[in-house]
């Protein structure tokens, strides 16, 4: 299982996080840790994985990451209920700071 590089650095006013993550030509997200207001607003501009990303960087199950994010809160979930005639669908979108946030709390 590989682990999320992460970076501190110190800026005048506040402190940023710069978190590279393997497999993607993406730009390294910043992650604001300043007051709440701003928190907020960053989660909805910084990056948001996958069940089938999150399950090959962490190399477990999509079934298993499905378990440990469907209820955490701020992952966003989308999708169709169950009907007689067709079964339904939960689509996952899990922000950066949430899937940081799993991972330290599971690794102890």
Same mark, same amino acid.
């Given at each position: 299982?590989?682990?999320?590089?992460?970076?501190?650095?110190e /800026?005048? /006013?506040?402190s940023? !996080?710069?978190i590279?993550?393997?497999?993607?030509? !993406?730009p390294?997200?910043r992650?604001?840790?300043?007051?709440?207001?701003?928190?907020?607003?960053?989660?909805?501009l910084? !990056?948001?994985?996958?069940?089938?990303?999150v399950? @090959?960087?962490?190399?477990?199950?999509?079934?298993?990451?499905?378990?440990?994010?469907? /209820?955490?809160?701020?992952?966003l979930?989308?999708?169709?209920p169950?009907?007689?005639?067709?079964?339904?669908?939960? /689509?996952?979108r899990?922000?950066?700071?949430?899937?940081?946030?799993?991972?330290?709390? @599971?690794?102890?």
């Open positions: 299982m590989r682990k999320l590089e992460i970076q501190e650095k /800026n005048e /006013n506040e940023l !996080r710069l590279p993550f393997e497999g993607r030509s !993406r390294t997200a992650i604001s840790l300043g007051d709440d207001a701003d928190a907020s607003h960053s989660v909805a910084e !990056r948001h994985f996958t069940v089938p990303e399950a @090959r960087q962490w190399g477990m199950s999509e079934k298993s990451v499905r378990q440990f994010f469907v /209820n955490e809160p701020g992952v979930k989308w999708g169709s169950e009907t007689r005639k067709k079964r339904g669908y939960c /689509n996952l899990i922000p950066e700071s949430v899937l940081i946030r799993v991972h330290q709390r @599971r690794a102890g």
